[in-house]
């Protein structure tokens, strides 16, 4: 690639994410496409005229230009931004398309599903992303920067960042490189597995589990116990602490499965109390708080007619 900054970015999954990544992209003048589904929604994407994205009042439309998933166009650098429940199917949907060495940036939350993508493309470069960046979707094509964030990088095969890194910071995309990106998104799993399930169960907001600080805490018992057993014990460092700290600053929060379930979308619960309850089996851990808290979880998903993974 002889200029990297001016690589094509082909942005999978035109959601929340998706858009917040694509339009800050666009507006810094990066080359960018989305990849949609097919020949339907690309036309309603023109008949919309272009994706809007609403950021501290201000709303604008712009006209990024798209293509579907079967489009023949090589792809050099993929950000796939579905949910991690939707991220295999459709990285094996443009997987032909992908350049040898191509890389491929993975915006799941949880984990599980950046492994299953990366097992499936040894040629590209996977790069998996933990953001704790806030958007969400007002209408179809059109999305709210709801919070600001921070995006950690890092690949779990290669130390050593890529060149390009730069296009972000001039796109306003704030991140880090990390040499440690598993342990990053361990202790997210961790916090979201020690907050979001009870937050469905008892149909609060996040603030309401100060006053249930000993079932938190027992909860962040056993967390510790199983990323210790799956050889992440520097993700457990202070976790009680930050689980209360994050409690406390979100307090007036719904958590992000409280939103999903409230709204009547599936959740990613197989990518976090799944992916936990599951590693812990493996290395012979015992959690019995957290599957039983999987059981309850999966029992009122079904109850409100959501999938149980
Ligand atoms: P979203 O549902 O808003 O967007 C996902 C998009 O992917 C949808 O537009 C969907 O139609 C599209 N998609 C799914 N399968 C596709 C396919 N085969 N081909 C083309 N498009 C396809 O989801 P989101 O909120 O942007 O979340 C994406 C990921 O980022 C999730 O893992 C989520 O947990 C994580 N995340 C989201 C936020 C947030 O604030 N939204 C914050 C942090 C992390
Ligand atoms: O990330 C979160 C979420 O709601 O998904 C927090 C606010 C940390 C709660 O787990």
Sequence with gaps: ????????????????????????LFRAGQPVRLILRDAARLQTYHAKGGLTFSAQGLRQRLQIPAQTLNDPEPIHRLL???KAYDAERAVASVATRLVPGAEVLLLQNGLGSQQAVAERLPDARCIFISSTEGAFRDDDFSVVFAGRGFNWLGDAQESLAPPWLDALTNADIPYEWTSDILQRLWRKLALNCAINPLTVL???RNGALQARAEEVSALCDELVGVLKACGQPQATEGLHDEVRRVIEA????????????????????????G??????MQHGCEAPLLN???????????????PGD
């Design 80 to 82: 796939v931004a579905c």
């Design 202 to 204: 008892h149909d609060c």
């Design 292 to 306: 039983t808290l999987r059981q309850r979880l999966v029992r009122h998903l079904a109850s409100r007619g959501l």
């Design 275 to 280: 992916f936990v309850c599951n590693a812990a």
């Design 1 to 24: 690639m002889a200029d990297t900054r001016q690589t094509l970015w082909h942005i999978l999954g035109a959601g929340s994410l998706g858009t917040l990544w694509a339009t800050r």
């Design 250 to 273: 979100t307090a007036a929060n719904y958590s992000s499965m409280h939103q999903d379930v409230a709204q009547g979308r599936r959740t990613e619960i197989s990518y976090l109390l």
